[in-house]
């Protein structure tokens, strides 16, 4: 099987998701399964630079979870060419195509998980000026 993603660093961004062949709106990225990090290790994960690959697993319960695959290292932008979904039944997040995506260009998502959320307070809380 080809491996049609592949990271590249981008000024500013560090490390990067992109592409090597077009995706079709609505196509199916990649599924990663995801590690769960239990309630009990969260304020141990967030003393760490993983912490800022990680996302919420179940935010009540104070859960984290790290994708595998490239799901950690997908970019933010606020109106993004990609979506994910977290299913927890299943412990693993799934990456689809919002739009089109030409070859060589950067797959990024929306870290609130909302097409158009404003997620700033995240970079903001770690000093970083988003893109």
Same mark, same amino acid.
């Given at each position: 099987?080809?491996?049609?993603?592949?990271?590249?660093?981008?000024?500013?961004?560090g490390r990067?998701?992109? +592409?090597?062949?077009?995706?079709?709106?609505?196509?199916?990225?990649?599924?990663?399964?995801v590690?769960?990090?239990?309630?009990?290790?969260?304020?141990?994960?967030?003393?760490?630079?993983?912490?800022s690959? +990680?996302?919420?697993?179940?935010?009540?319960?104070n859960?984290?979870?790290?994708?595998?695959?490239?799901?950690?290292?997908?970019?933010?932008?606020?109106?993004?060419?990609a979506?994910?979904?977290l299913?927890?039944?299943?412990?693993?997040?799934?990456?689809?195509?919002?739009?089109?995506?030409?070859?060589h260009?950067?797959?990024?998502?929306?870290?609130?998980?909302?097409?158009?959320?404003?997620?700033?307070?995240?970079?903001?809380?770690?000093g970083?000026?988003?893109?």
């Amino acid at each position: 099987m080809k491996q049609y993603l592949y990271l590249k660093e981008v000024q500013g961004k560090g490390r990067a998701v992109f +592409c090597n062949q077009d995706i079709a709106a609505g196509d199916t990225i990649e599924v990663c399964p995801v590690i769960v990090v239990p309630a009990d290790d969260f304020a141990l994960l967030n003393s760490t630079p993983l912490s800022s690959y +990680c996302f919420y697993f179940n935010k009540e319960e104070n859960t984290l979870s790290l994708a595998m695959g490239f799901g950690s290292m997908y970019n933010h932008r606020l109106y993004p060419n990609a979506v994910y979904i977290l299913d927890r039944e299943e412990k693993q997040m799934v990456f689809t195509a919002h739009e089109p995506i030409p070859a060589h260009t950067e797959i990024c998502i929306n870290y609130g998980g909302g097409y158009g959320e404003d997620y700033s307070k995240w970079f903001s809380d770690r000093g970083i000026a988003p893109l």
